[in-house]
């Protein structure tokens, strides 16, 4: 079984300018999520989906950060301008459903965004 | 709301060591308990889990036991080895509620 695949592993750019992360998740997988994890710290949750529908985005800064799941397969997380603490690698992890049981979450290897 | 502290890193050890990595939690009600590991350059992945006080998770020679007097979560292992070389991560989740992971802790094995 294929794992979370991630695109592009690495990312530089400059402040102000955009950026997308592609996310692929695991085959049959309903839930997916995107985690920002910043240096010295765990990841933090900044959005669940379930299908093509948003379950949590309160952690998502959505003056910049937009995310969408077409068709409840693939997803597309992108900043808007980037600033410099959106340094960070971000996660996305997928898992079968969002039952209130533990679903385990596979994540992908992350991007690792650098804003200069 | 829901936190978990994790003893600060870096941990580096000689092979065959006692590992012991301390996480301690604070959540209302009853967690589930999560240790992932992450090693370089891939993403985590699940350790162990235990969800209910007194349970013990194990995997791949670590243990952690759910310690609900002391909302503690410590992971062991006997006698480290320098694959063992990753950060780990605690975290805890509240039955539909996000995981929550600690700072992570990374570790470092030498020959």
């Known amino acids: 079984e294929a794992g979370v695949a991630q695109s592009p592993r690495y990312k530089i750019i400059e402040k102000r300018q955009s950026v997308a992360f592609w996310c692929n998740p695991i085959s049959g997988h309903a839930t997916l999520y995107w985690y920002q994890q910043i240096l010295g710290q765990g990841p933090k949750l900044l959005i669940q989906?379930?299908?093509?529908?948003?379950?949590?985005d309160s952690q998502l800064p959505k003056d910049r950060f937009s995310a969408e799941r077409l068709k409840g397969v693939d997803s597309t997380l992108k900043i808007q301008p980037a600033k410099l603490e959106d340094s960070a690698v971000y996660l996305c992890?997928?898992?079968?459903?969002?039952?209130?049981?533990?679903?385990?979450?596979?994540f992908g290897p992350g991007t690792r965004l650098t804003v200069l | 709301g829901n936190s978990v502290t994790q003893m600060e890193g870096p941990v580096t050890l000689s092979e065959e060591a006692f590992l012991t990595i301390n996480c301690t939690y604070t959540a209302t009600g009853y967690p589930s308990l999560f240790w992932y590991v992450q090693y370089p350059g891939e993403g985590l992945q699940l350790l162990l889990k235990?969800?209910?006080?007194?349970d013990k998770g194990s995997n791949k020679g670590f243990e952690a036991t759910y310690r609900k007097e002391t909302t503690s979560f410590h992971l062991e292992k006997g006698s480290v080895q320098v694959s063992d070389s990753a950060v780990y991560f605690c975290?805890?989740?509240?039955?539909?509620?996000?995981?929550?992971f600690g700072q992570g802790t990374r570790l470092t094995i030498n020959p």
């Open positions: 975290a805890l989740k509240r039955g539909a509620q996000k995981l929550v």
């Open positions: 989906f379930q299908n093509n529908g948003v379950v949590d």
């Open positions: 235990a969800t209910k006080a007194d």
């Open positions: 992890a997928s898992s079968r459903t969002r039952s209130g049981g533990y679903n385990e979450q596979f």
